[in-house]
Nanobody, 123 residues
């Protein structure tokens, strides 16, 4: 059974930073792409970032480029999302997800999701 457990969310002031982590079990971690999506209050779930199985390829939503960094440690079966220069509009529940392939960007390509971690950015 594949399990994803996110951590690192919380309350931060605008301009601050947070690092989200997602630990994965039940799958050969290094074979699969990972992604982060988020859902803000009253909004639909949206793509944040994706990383290939080796970590050599990353994709970011335009509004996250230059502020967010997605990385992975295949030895620890864990991915990280470093979020800097946070804005109130980044407030959302952030979900970690895994895809059964090496590269994935669309939510349709991901098959297991974590429970989410709340990020709140105050102005």
């Amino acid at each position: 059974q594949v399990q994803l457990v996110e951590s690192g969310g919380g309350l931060v002031q605008a301009g601050g930073s947070l690092r989200l982590s997602c630990a994965v079990s039940g799958r050969t971690f290094s074979n699969y792409a990972m992604g982060w999506f988020r859902q803000g209050p009253g909004k639909e779930r949206e793509f944040v970032a994706a990383i290939s199985c080796s970590g050599s390829i990353t994709y970011y939503a335009d509004s996250m480029k230059g502020r967010f960094t997605f990385s992975r440690d295949n030895a620890k079966n864990t991915v990280y999302l470093q979020m800097n220069s946070l804005k109130p509009e980044d407030t959302a529940v952030y979900y970690c997800t895994v895809a059964p392939q090496c590269v994935a960007r669309s939510s349709r390509e991901y098959d297991y999701w974590g429970q989410g971690t709340q990020v709140t950015v105050s102005s």
